[in-house]
């Protein structure tokens, strides 16, 4: 109960706005329950006219009723309303809270999560919790109506009052028995579901790459076992209701001969009339309705805790820690920035950087350069802070990054990845992510300087052009390029090209290649590149091996110095050649 009272108090803070629609529909359904108090009355006494041929208080009291139940049905129109228009505002609410949560999550809490944990959790689990008063209102509305009823039945008959509450509660510990082991099962189905779905995201995303590998049957195997494995918890839930349904209709069933055969008696013993007999028969057959709603409310209290276990633990757990920054401001970087004995390990096991110490000056170009998994796209990652390092501290223009506001890092910085990711948009929208107000002029430039503006003229809907979910209409050049494009548009004063021109043909990349000579001694530009050939002529290039600066000069004294750097760009040139 506490953690239900807990739990509900943090969902009234997505309802709160809503309050006076709320105590609009707890008023309609009140007036609802006193109708349905009324009317099983009023039902006996139309009884008693007719076995006494009282016709005229038959028809009096008929129309009565017609006029009470559509006050009833207007009652219940109006409750719809309300219960949509909060519904709709708070799960707008909850959803964009957590959408602005998860956006704030630690990498390495993304890393150890499944997509389908985040979409379940937004979608499915904020769903319930918007949802919270109106299920509550709704089964304790019927919970409360069904007892007015059997007042009702108190007031024509104590015993038959006696008996019904005696059964009602036989069926309500059956009831409490299976929200018990459900709740059990259901928490395991949630767990599964999550895996599943986001199996199901990671196949479509790398639906091209899977084809590719000629890996079809293993992926259809393995997404068969997962839906086979979460349809079998499925099935063991509907198990466990096939069975505690099949007791219910016993007891139901059982309930109902006893009934009559008490029936009988009172009438014969002259304590109870046909007509009144009559009624508490038909009504209490509302008895399996009261403890359904009961067992239903039961569920609906476990499914909504549950829910808000898995918000709350997004929200403030340490199992889905947030991305902490600094203080401190700044509105414009001047660019330069500098690695302090940076240690750092995905794992804790294996440092991927170890001790690294180098400096970058403003409007400087420095090229990352060696052998694959040496540690420079994490150089990176650090620098924008997407991860924390271990040891050591990184600034930038003299202030540790730690004491910066995400602003002053993500706001001045512009990564360009080797897989970029685009969105399921227009290339204008594309381009409008990173900078609201950008002109078509601004947006022209920035796509000629990454030699896409060719394309684009092409299309049919030019910049209209929606280009699929990860950018699955363009190439993989195209793709990079209008990644470049759409980190030119921001402007800031450092630009990272992590693998940037990896996907471009030659011809792209000398463009590119071009653009990158046009924006030297203007920016900080730091790039990683596999091919030499591309970094030749920046001002610096640091050799990275084993996570740390084994070297440094420019492309000729490598060449003389550094037989490593040297043999990579000799089986390059060889390669090219």
């Not at 919790?129 to 109106?134: E, G």
């Not at 509660?169 to 395991?188: A, G, P, S, W, Y």
């Not at 930038?396 to 990564?415: A, C, F, Q, V, Y």
Request: proline content about 1%; aromatic content about 10%.
């Amino acid at each position: 109960m506490k953690e239900t009272w807990k739990n509900v108090k943090f969902a009234w803070e997505y309802t709160k706005d809503s309050k006076e629609l709320l105590i609009k529909y707890i008023l309609g359904n009140i007036l609802s329950v006193i109708i349905s108090i009324v009317v099983p009355i009023l039902s006996a006494k139309i009884l008693i006219a007719l076995t006494s041929n009282q016709f005229h208080q038959l028809i009096f009291m008929s129309i009565i009723i017609f006029l009470i139940e559509n006050v009833r049905n207007v009652c219940h129109y109006f409750c719809r309303h309300c219960s949509q228009v909060i519904y709709r505002e708070s799960f707008t609410k909850i959803q964009t809270e957590l959408g602005r949560e998860i956006l704030k999550l630690e990498n390495r809490a993304i890393d150890k999560n499944s997509s389908g944990v985040f979409i379940q959790r937004l979608t499915n689990d904020t769903s319930r919790l918007a949802d919270v008063f109106n299920v509550f209102n709704f089964y304790l509305s019927n919970i409360i109506t069904d007892v007015g009823i059997f007042f009702a039945i108190f007031i024509l008959n104590k015993w038959a009052f006696l008996f019904l509450v005696g059964m009602i509660c036989i069926r309500f510990l059956i009831e409490r028995t299976r929200v018990k082991i459900f709740k059990q099962q259901d928490k395991i189905f949630r767990e599964k579901n999550e895996k599943a779905s986001g199996f199901v995201g990671e196949l479509v995303r790398g639906l091209r790459d899977i084809k590719m590998l000629n890996a079809e049957d293993s992926f259809s195997k393995e997404l068969h076992n997962k839906i086979v494995d979460l349809n079998k918890t499925r099935c063991n839930m509907q198990d466990v209701d096939r069975k505690y349904n099949l007791l219910r209709g016993f007891t139901a069933d059982l309930t109902d001969l006893l009934l009559i055969l008490l029936l009988v008696f009172l009438i014969k013993a002259n304590t109870l009339e046909v007509a009144s007999a009559l009624v508490i028969h038909n009504y209490a057959g509302r008895l399996p309705s009261i403890v359904n709603y009961v067992g239903m409310l039961l569920d609906k209290i476990n499914d909504f805790n549950l829910s808000a276990s898995r918000i709350f633990a997004i929200l403030n757990s340490e199992e889905f820690k947030k991305e902490t920054f600094g203080s401190i401001h700044l509105k414009k970087v001047k660019g330069d920035f500098e690695f302090k004995n940076v240690s750092f390990a995905y794992e804790e096991e294996h440092n991927v950087l170890e001790d690294l110490s180098f400096k970058v000056n403003a409007n400087e170009t420095v090229a990352f350069v060696g052998k694959s998994g040496a540690g420079k796209t994490t150089i990176f990652n650090l620098l924008c802070k997407m991860y924390d390092i271990q040891k050591g501290e990184i600034l930038i223009d003299g202030i540790n990054i730690n004491e910066l506001d995400k602003d002053s890092i993500r706001g001045n910085i512009t990564i360009i990845s080797q897989n970029p990711y685009i969105f399921n948009m227009t290339i204008k929208e594309n381009l409008r992510l990173v900078k609201k107000d950008l002109t078509i002029k601004e947006m022209k430039e920035a796509c000629r300087l990454a030699c896409l503006d060719e394309f684009i003229e092409s299309l049919p809907e030019k910049y209209d052009t929606v280009v699929g979910e990860g950018g699955v209409t363009l190439s993989g050049g195209q793709r990079q390029r209008l990644a470049i494009a759409r980190a030119l548009v921001q402007k800031t004063e450092i630009i990272l090209f992590d693998e940037a021109t990896s996907a471009l043909d030659n011809e792209t990349q000398r463009s590119i290649q071009k653009a990158i000579e046009n924006m030297k001694n203007t920016y900080t530009i730091l790039i990683i590149a596999h091919r030499l050939s591309t970094v030749i002529h920046a001002d610096r290039l640091l050799y990275v091996e084993d996570g740390k600066i084994v070297d440094a000069g420019t492309h000729e004294e490598l060449l003389k110095k550094n037989k490593n750097y040297k043999e990579l760009y000799e089986v390059e040139q060889k390669n090219s050649n």
